[in-house]
């Protein structure tokens, strides 16, 4: 039976990111999933839909507290020419009490939105990145309790 506790689940405060290979120090939050689509399948004799797997659609959101114009310079020039470009998002998670790290790299993230200006009085400044991707590695993983 495997054992479990506590200290091994990882907490987010160690986790960093880096776009385009430069650090991003003001990240507070990331998150990159897949959706997977499927289309039911009627079961012949049965009440039951089934599923059958047809792709998948990636997604995800790069928050930062809003400290510098990053995504700004990024991406504000670039559309204004007509070019939606690319980025590579690498994700690092690496608590020292959980039972290893965690990092994954996004290979091809277009993001959705470019938010020009978001401030309110008396409240700390954030900026959401969305974004979508096809592609991605696991380049460091966390293998379960045996």
Do not use: C
Not at 46 to 64: E, H, N, P, Q, V
Not at 114 to 124: D, F, V
Not at 125 to 141: I, K, L, N, S
Request: hydrophobic share 40%; charged share 30%.
């Amino acid at each position: 039976m495997a054992k479990f506790h506590g200290e091994q689940v990882i907490s987010g405060t160690f986790g960093e990111a880096w776009l385009d290979g430069e650090y991003v120090a003001e990240v507070m939050g990331l998150e990159a999933k897949l959706e997977i689509e499927k289309e039911d399948v009627p079961l012949s004799g049965k009440f039951a839909t089934d599923s059958k797997f047809m792709g998948y659609k990636g997604s995800g959101t790069l928050r930062m507290h809003k400290a510098n114009s990053r995504m700004i310079k990024l991406l504000g020039d670039k559309l204004k020419q007509g070019i939606n470009p690319r980025f590579q998002i690498v994700s690092s998670l690496a608590d020292p009490s959980a039972a290893g790290a965690e990092r994954v790299i996004i290979k091809d993230a277009s993001f959705n939105d470019l938010s020009l200006i978001n401030w309110e009085l008396k409240k700390k400044g954030e900026v959401e990145a969305p974004f979508t991707f096809t592609d991605w590695t696991v380049a460091d993983a966390i293998e379960p309790a045996k």
